[in-house]
């Protein structure tokens, strides 16, 4: 879709999603701002032609100094603290980076004569609601990452109301791909599966690994995010992005040990796959309904799982091991929470 060239925002510039949102705007032609703090972000993935700011949002006046010089009419906001199962354990930081760094950018942007805010949310604040999950379902979060983005939200709602600017909020599934963080060890766990099998270690499964996921390949996540920023027909609606088919973490598993040329039926005894304890508050199953955006941003599938996990571990493979990057101070609560993560087992 051709659109008029604009002063875009990507907040997360750095990281997985965001980053590739920045490589589609520059393609479109828009001069496009991109801030991270890197506490999850890389180098490697600033687009050279983007204007790319170091910049942690939880600071307010200089996100407010910022949004005064890059006067953006179009937000995708992607920075996140997105462990969700971690965020049990750091609620305090989970909700500083998500919830208040997220109006530390709205409100001034508001001021600064925003039309339009993309806000990247999550199936979570569907919670435990049976799936397949609908647009039109409460909110209900279970989590604290959850209730961080369902109050992104419905604040987003709110505001838009009252001082007149556009939105659209997405609601992804488990996006992965090439540029994912791969040593992020509290989330991600295609990531997860695939570092571990380049260090030629095993890796752990939650439970008994039949809880079922939707997992989107980058490239099935981004043109419709995109689209959501410039077409009218997306304002003020909400959107689940993400394929229809599920796949239990075990099946998962098989295939990451299959593109590594591992039997999944018999893998070696050093990289065969260890069970732990279920997390707490992990969603059972998790997918929804795609009517939507298939009808209003003509989504579709076109990367299949196994398809998906050969590209991740050939881009992995040239990328090398990656030593996991575990949260500088550990966690704020310990109690229950998982032996990978207190006893950094990766
Ligand atoms: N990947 C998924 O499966 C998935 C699913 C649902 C929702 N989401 C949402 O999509 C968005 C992007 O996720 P991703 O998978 O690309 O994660 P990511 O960690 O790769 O990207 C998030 C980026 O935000 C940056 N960031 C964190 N705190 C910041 C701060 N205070 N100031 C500035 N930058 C900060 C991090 O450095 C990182 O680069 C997030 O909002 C996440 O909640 C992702």
Redesign the pocket.
């Known amino acids: 879709m051709r659109t008029h060239r604009r002063r875009v925002l990507v907040?997360?510039a750095?990281?997985?999603?965001?980053s590739h949102l920045v490589d589609a705007l520059v393609a479109d032609g828009h001069l496009v701002f991109g801030?991270?703090?890197?506490?999850?972000?890389y180098w490697r993935n600033i687009h050279p032609e983007s204007e790319f700011s170091v910049?942690?949002?939880?600071h307010r006046e200089a996100t407010e100094a910022y949004l005064r010089k890059a006067r953006p009419e179009v937000i995708f906001?992607?920075?996140?603290?997105?462990t969700e199962g971690r965020s049990q354990f750091t609620p305090i930081s989970s909700t500083e980076?998500n919830y208040l760094?997220y109006l530390n950018v709205l409100v001034p942007a508001i001021r600064e004569g925003l039309r339009k805010m993309v806000l990247?949310?999550?199936?979570s604040v569907y919670g435990r609601q049976p799936a397949p999950f609908h647009e039109g379902m409460p909110r209900v979060p279970e989590d604290i990452y959850a209730i961080a983005?369902a109050a992104m939200e419905h604040a987003t709602e709110i505001l838009a109301k009252v001082h007149d600017f556009d939105y659209t909020i997405i609601?992804?599934?488990?996006?992965?791909g090439e540029r994912?963080?791969i040593a992020?060890p509290y989330r991600?766990v295609i990531g997860i599966f695939i570092n571990r099998l380049l260090q030629g270690k095993d890796f752990f499964i939650y439970g008994d690994g039949e809880q079922k996921r939707a997992f989107s390949h980058i490239v099935d996540f981004t043109p419709y995010c995109l689209r959501a920023g410039f077409d009218d027909a997306a304002n003020g609606e909400i959107f689940n992005i993400g394929p229809r088919e599920e796949y239990s973490i075990n099946q998962t598993a098989r295939l990451v040990l299959k593109h590594f040329g591992y039997d999944p039926d018999d893998p070696p005894e050093a990289v065969r796959p260890r069970r732990l304890p279920p997390r707490p508050l992990e969603v059972r199953d998790a997918y929804c309904t795609l009517e939507k955006a298939q009808r209003l941003l003509g989504y579709r599938t076109t990367v299949s799982l196994d398809e998906g996990i050969r590209r991740m571990v050939a881009w992995a493979k040239e990328l090398g091991p990656q030593p996991m990057r575990y949260l500088e101070g550990g966690l704020e609560l310990t109690t229950g929470a998982p032996e990978t993560w207190t006893r950094r087992l990766m």
């Open positions: 907040t997360g750095a990281g997985f999603m965001g801030v991270d703090d890197m506490s999850g972000g910049l942690d949002l939880r906001h992607m920075a996140a603290d997105a980076r760094a990247i949310s999550s199936m983005k609601r992804p599934h488990n996006v992965y994912q963080n992020d991600n």
